[in-house]
């Protein structure tokens, strides 16, 4: 169900919205595999008041986010918290946003905003060093018997140059 704003209703006074919107009604697409939504609904507290030619929303969204850190591969979660959101929205010119039944639906901006809040390389721990040495692989130049392969003829020939 989508979060809606009665233009009616604003004439009178501002519009207090509170609750949660479940993950599948934000229809949000992460495109990244570190970053999933989880099963957790966006929990929203929100200010609506209708100013000269548009309206202002005010108040805080929170979504809690399943991560999987780009340095070690562990999985944690990640709250995404918007404290002081903020959108402004026309009701005229070429900018104004759709009005159906004197409601405005803020869902395509919240997620928006969600979207743009995502964090960008997700850490579990700002000082997380990564992977152990052991688990990274074996190194480029061996061979499959475990031996150091030989160099090009071209770099042994170079390495001999003294400077």
């Known amino acids: 169900m ?6 009616r209703h604003l004439d009178a006074h501002n519009i207090h919205l509170a609750g949660e919107l479940p993950i599948k009604d ?3 697409d992460t495109c990244d595999e570190a970053i999933g ?9 929100l200010e609506a008041q209708k100013l000269e030619a548009g309206l202002l929303i005010r108040g805080t969204l929170r ?11 562990n999985e944690f979660q990640y709250e995404l918290n918007l404290e002081d959101w903020t959108t402004h929205l026309p009701l005229q010119g070429e900018d104004a946003v759709s009005v159906v039944s004197d409601c405005v639906d803020l869902t395509p901006y919240i997620r928006e905003d969600i979207l743009l809040e995502f964090p960008q390389h997700p850490l579990c721990d700002p000082g997380c060093g ?8 074996r190194p480029k130049n061996t061979s499959s018997t475990g031996q150091p392969q030989k160099g090009s003829p071209a770099w ?5 140059l003294k400077f």
């Open 130 to 137: 990564g992977l152990p040495k052991s688990y990274i692989g």
């Open 2 to 7: 989508p979060i809606l704003v009665n233009l």
């Open 37 to 45: 939504l989880g099963k957790t609904p966006l929990q929203y507290d």
């Open 63 to 73: 979504l809690r986010l399943e991560c999987q850190c780009v340095r070690c591969l």
């Open 156 to 160: 042994d020939e170079l390495n001999k």
């Open 26 to 28: 934000l229809d949000i």
